[in-house]
């Protein structure tokens, strides 16, 4: 079961951290995707974190605001948030693919956490 967590209404310029919890099986092997879907929109790839610690940005929008991490003590990969704008306003999820390296296309992708609401709103 993944669990992520973090989500909420931020100001515009604000940050968050979300977070991806693994209960029942170990993410040390696996790459780990954060996506994200707007209302109306198709689910998008955010960044993601190989098993080695390697981060890949599918979302040019958030490069340079947006980072990846994990630590694999906690069983937990992290999604970092700095200078949130409106457009970031989507339900992020977290993700496993069972290799260890990423892939943009959330079908590659095996497990799916609930989802969390990010909000970006003055």
């Known amino acids: 079961q993944l669990q992520a967590s973090g989500g909420g209404l931020v100001q515009p310029g604000g940050s968050l951290r979300l977070s991806c919890v693994a209960s029942?099986?170990?993410?040390?092997?696996?790459?780990i995707g954060w996506f994200r879907q707007a209302p109306g929109k198709e689910r998008e790839g955010v960044l993601c974190?190989?098993?080695?610690?390697?981060?890949?940005y599918y979302a040019d929008s958030v490069k340079g605001r947006f980072t990846i991490s994990r630590d694999n003590a906690k069983n937990a990969v992290y999604l970092q948030m700095n200078s949130l704008k409106p457009e970031d306003t989507a339900v992020y999820y977290c993700?496993?693919?069972?290799?260890?390296?990423?892939?943009?296309?959330?079908?590659?992708?095996?497990?799916w956490g609930q989802g969390t609401q990010v909000t970006v709103s003055s």
């Open positions: 993700a496993v693919r069972e290799f260890s390296t990423c892939s943009s296309w959330y079908r590659y992708y095996d497990y």
């Open positions: 974190i190989s098993s080695s610690a390697g981060s890949t």
């Open positions: 029942g099986f170990t993410l040390d092997d696996y790459a």
